[in-house]
């Protein structure tokens, strides 16, 4: 358990590290903001032909307001957190990539459902928005990156090739073997 903390600490801090750098910024995350941003506007327009995306914003050509996508609001953050517990749990790598993938998946539908929702949100009432935008989601993104996390182990567990040996067909025996330290 102590090695797993220690290497998630030691994944979200260069990730995290990595992902500040002015390079991934430029060419990584303000690019994936406003693909985010676009992709946000294209579902919006479905059902409201108002809606638009110019860089990481997305906003109404109606009403002239718009949600920026900053850092922290893009699901890069919380990606991170999710990979690190992948990667750091003792796992099969073919089941951590599995977990990455469908883990990227999961974080960022829910941030476009988020983006959405404080789209119209702010277009409606700003301190249910401010209330939404700084506390609700928040807490809704890390508990969606908590639930993707404990899915994705138990899926692994449950597909272990881990299966207690039995040589003697009977039941195993009474006492456990004793646990060997190092």
Not at 39 to 67: H, P
Request: charged share 10%; net charge neutral; aromatic share 14%.
């Amino acid at each position: 358990m102590l090695r797993f903390f220690l290497v998630f600490l030691a994944l979200q801090l260069s990730l995290f590290g990595i992902n500040m750098l002015n390079w991934v910024q430029q060419h990584l995350v303000l690019p994936w903001t406003a693909l985010l941003a676009r992709f946000c506007a294209e579902l919006v327009v479905w059902f409201d032909s108002s809606a638009a995306a110019t860089g990481k914003v997305l906003w109404n050509t109606q009403t002239g307001f718009g949600v920026s996508i900053e850092p922290g609001c893009n699901g890069i953050e919380a990606c991170i957190v999710l990979f690190a517990a992948i990667v750091a749990f003792p796992e099969r790598w073919r089941h951590k990539l599995l977990g990455i993938g469908a883990g990227f998946f999961a974080v960022q539908a829910l941030n476009v459902l988020r983006i959405i929702s404080l789209f119209y949100l702010g277009q409606w009432n700003t301190a249910v928005f401010n209330f939404a935008h700084e506390y609700l989601w928040q807490g809704l993104i890390m508990i969606d990156v908590l639930m993707v996390w404990l899915l994705w182990v138990r899926a692994g567990r449950k597909h272990s090739s881990f299966q207690p040996h039995d040589d003697s067909g009977g039941s195993p025996p009474s006492s456990p073997a004793p646990l060997v330290a190092g």
